[in-house]
């Protein structure tokens, strides 16, 4: 059974239009489904529970943004439940790498049902989907128990499990061969990398200097000096402070890609 998960910013009326291909285009495909739309009083969290008590083995899929995506993750870790997503924007990281269209051109990706189990990192015991970021400069990380990193003249760092191999932020499309570099969800292990992200000086552009990359399975990090708190941004939404354990979940996730997906 189909349940689809409406983003708030779509109650918007500029998106009226393209709520209604949307619905249309999935009639079409026989796809259609149970409607729920979050709100204040509505959280993923919540209507995920409450569609899994209906039903044991649903297709979930988020209709918005790239964050309401990865909220719908630690909800669906390690069940019989597949994950689709629309994406209703353009600047849609994850959509690019999971070789997603944009509006109402998605709804055949989910109709095709072409799915991989893909890997979920966890940091504290709460799950994350795409990556994690901090600032390794006061930071102590030690991976598998077997060695520390320590950085030196690099400005930030990211652990990665679906994401790009850069610290630029701008889309798939029109970028080098240099950052379309993705991590590998498959392959259980998380990528850490670091690195200084491009700076603008004066009239020009700095280029992003990537230093180091390490494959991991499993990281400690805190900070190195007991008064400095070290703060780490999850999936872009939500942000720990250190010390955090940093793993490889041992629970998987069922995702429909598209068959342009680079991973």
């Known amino acids: 059974m189909y349940f689809y998960i409406y983003d708030s910013f779509l109650v918007k009326k500029k998106y009226a239009k393209t709520l209604s291909k949307i619905e249309t285009r999935l009639a079409t495909l026989d796809i259609g489904g149970h409607k729920h739309s979050l709100s204040i009083l509505k959280s993923v969290d919540e209507i995920i529970r409450k569609i899994l008590e209906r039903d044991s083995s649903p297709t979930i899929v988020v209709v918005g943004g790239d964050e309401t995506l990865c909220q719908s993750v630690p909800s669906l870790a390690g069940t019989e439940a597949t994950l689709g997503f629309i994406p209703t924007k353009k600047d849609s990281l994850l959509a690019d790498i999971l070789g997603l269209p944009v509006n109402e051109y998605a709804c055949d990706v989910v109709s095709a049902r072409r799915i991989e189990n893909i890997n979920l990192g966890k940091i504290n015991n709460q799950y994350f989907f795409s990556e994690l970021e901090f600032d390794p400069r006061h930071?102590?990380?030690?991976?598998?128990?077997?060695?520390?990193?320590?950085?030196?003249?690099?400005?930030?760092?990211?652990?990665?499990?679906?994401?790009?191999?850069?610290?630029?932020?701008?889309i798939y499309r029109g970028r080098s061969e240099e950052t379309r570099l993705v991590g590998k969800p498959q392959d259980d292990y998380l990528e850490l990398l670091l690195g200084t992200p491009q700076q603008k000086v004066l009239f020009w552009k700095q280029k992003e200097k990537k230093d180091s990359l390490f494959f991991v399975k499993k990281m400690n990090i805190d900070s190195r000096n007991e008064k400095r708190e070290l703060l780490i941004n999850v999936d872009q939404r939500d942000t720990i402070k250190a010390p955090a354990l940093i793993e490889v979940a041992k629970e998987k996730l069922r995702i429909i890609v598209g068959k342009d997906r680079l991973i």
Request: no cysteine.
């Open 139 to 170: 930071s102590s990380i030690r991976v598998d128990k077997k060695y520390q990193v320590i950085p030196r003249g690099v400005k930030r760092a990211k652990v990665i499990n679906l994401g790009f191999l850069s610290f630029q932020r701008g």
